[in-house]
């Protein structure tokens, strides 16, 4: 009796989660949900078409209301709002494999970012590169510490420093004028690569050993 219970109640919580809380939660945009919601519920693109629909409902309704009672227009524009947004996440979910949030949504969340990332950038001037070259160590040959993040430098990338090849080995995040910092190992002369980054700063404080 006890086990059947449990079931149930499992059962139940999946079905809240899977009809509810899954699609009132997929309007929000997806960096709001947090990695705590997006492993507990991992069906979002279901999630999404399933609020899409909803809203298409939704807009459907408000446009009879506002035709059929000759209420007032802002229903129109509500209904409108509705269409447009469920149209484009429906779209995005079946075409894409995306789970969007709410376009409304989308654009706080934009402005937002937007904000911070220039209040960060105007408590952190752009300064020079600080470059440490040290063939003595042995988990780094090739420290790069810059003020600003560095547009495709992941872990695995190869980079061609002078005259010199070195293997992106990880990607920190530390404090200071240069936050961001990229430790490369090195590789040997003429290593082969179609997709090698040249690293050329037009100004950076060096260190060697």
């Not at 509810?20 to 693109?45: D, M």
């Not at 789970?99 to 001037?125: C, N, T």
Request: aromatic share 14%; with cysteine.
């Amino acid at each position: 009796m006890a086990y059947m219970e449990s079931t149930f109640g499992k059962v139940r919580a999946q079905t809240a989660w899977f009809l509810l809380y899954g699609p009132a939660l997929s309007l929000l945009p997806e960096r709001w949900r947090g990695r705590t919601l997006n492993q507990k519920f991992a069906s979002w693109v279901v999630a999404t078409t399933i609020s899409a629909v909803f809203e298409l409902a939704l807009a459907i309704n408000l446009f009879c209301a506002w035709f059929v009672l000759q209420l007032s227009p802002v229903l129109a524009w509500i209904g409108f709002y509705f269409l447009c947004d469920g149209s484009l996440r429906a779209f995005t979910s079946f075409i894409n494999g995306e789970s969007a949030g709410s376009v409304l949504l989308l654009f706080v969340d934009h402005a937002i970012y937007s904000g911070r990332q220039e209040a960060w950038k105007a408590a952190h001037p752009v300064v020079s590169d600080l470059v440490a070259l040290d063939d003595v160590r042995e988990d780094w040959q090739l420290k790069i510490e810059a003020a600003r993040a560095k547009p495709k430098w992941e872990a695995g990338k190869l980079v061609l420093y002078g005259e010199r090849y070195f293997r992106i080995e990880s990607c920190l995040r530390a404090g200071g004028p240069r936050p961001f910092v990229y430790l490369l190992r090195s590789l040997p002369a003429g290593f082969p690569s179609h997709n090698m980054l040249k690293y050329t700063p037009v100004e950076t404080l060096q260190k060697s050993k």
